[in-house]
């Protein structure tokens, strides 16, 4: 397997990502090269593109590879850890897709990496008043996802919103280069994340790693689209007021498949992330072998 990473900018973190993806994959006896802006050929060659983070040219390069098997590497949904050099001690890993939701919980896994995390998993709570806090999405995502620009798309969430419920509306938005923009009929959020949680009943999000947060937290969660969270969501618009409480077998697992979408650097350098980057790969095409072989099953 021939496999091609895309160092966007030659900044420690690209270049630390890099390294050890290469190293990995190396160690696994597979050709690995490095590419940069404008090597087309050295991707062109490959069976399988590394693209790490959203920002900058990265959607170009993730939809310039559509004939090979793509990965995509960005912030941790765990990301309360001890600091990193590179910043990054862990990186998310998504196969094929901006999410691993087709997939990571077609088998269960033990628990033995999440409780290596140390993350302390707060109870649900339900109260029948408080705010929906929504979660905007920076311009970059939104590009990312094919969304409208970042002003326009939130707007028109909060009016989706409001549509289906009486309960105040928090809007938070995301840290960015670019200036905030304004959106009428929410609170704007100028304050830590934990005080916005204190005063919700349900968090409002599209795919951002803030479902996570929020199932950790013990706040419901409603799923606008590919939110990690999504198995434990509410994500009917009529029920967008309605706290949904998954069961705490069902969330415990979840967490537990959730850590093996996330990996270490040392993981990614000795092979052990390329290993499950390699199953994974066999396990969405088979995937998709049985999607496009019984269409009328899936769903």
């Given at each position: 397997m021939r496999v091609a990473i895309y160092v966007r900018q030659p900044a420690p973190p690209h270049e630390a990502v890099a390294a050890a993806v290469l190293a990995g994959v190396q160690h696994s006896g597979e050709m690995a090269w490095t590419f940069g802006k404008g090597d087309r050929m050295r991707q062109e060659d490959a069976d399988v593109v590394f693209v790490f983070g959203i920002g900058g040219d990265a959607k170009d390069i993730w939809n310039a590879n559509s004939h090979a098997r793509r990965i995509l590497l960005d912030k941790p949904y765990a990301r309360a850890l001890k600091p990193h050099p590179t910043r990054y001690y862990l990186l998310r890993v998504a196969v094929d897709a901006f999410q691993p939701i087709r997939y990571f919980q077609k088998y269960h896994h033990t628990p033995y990496r999440w409780r290596e995390l140390g993350i302390e998993v707060k109870p649900y709570r339900v109260r029948s008043d408080g705010y929906v806090l929504f979660d905007g999405a920076s311009n970059k995502y939104c590009l990312w996802n094919d969304l409208p620009p970042w002003p326009e798309w939130g707007q028109q969430i909060v009016h989706e919103i409001a549509r289906h419920t009486p309960s105040p509306i928090i809007y938070r938005p995301r840290p960015s280069h670019n200036e905030m923009p304004k959106v009428f009929g929410a609170i704007r959020s100028e304050g830590p994340l934990d005080e916005d949680f204190a005063r919700s009943r349900v968090v409002v999000s599209h795919g951002g790693n803030i479902g996570f947060d929020a199932v950790v937290a013990g706040l419901p969660h409603f799923a606008i689209a590919d939110s990690i969270a999504r198995p434990l969501s509410e994500t009917d618009w009529s029920r967008v007021g309605v706290p949904y409480v998954p069961s705490e077998e069902r969330r415990m697992?979840?967490?537990?498949?959730?850590?093996?979408?996330?990996?270490?650097?040392?993981?990614?350098?000795?092979?052990?992330?390329?290993?499950?980057?390699?199953?994974?790969?066999?396990?969405v095409e088979k995937l998709k072998h049985v999607e496009n072989k019984y269409p009328e099953k899936i769903g």
């Open positions: 697992q979840w967490l537990h498949d959730l850590a093996y979408c996330q990996w270490n650097l040392d993981e990614f350098a000795d092979g052990t992330a390329w290993r499950y980057v390699r199953e994974t790969l066999e396990l």
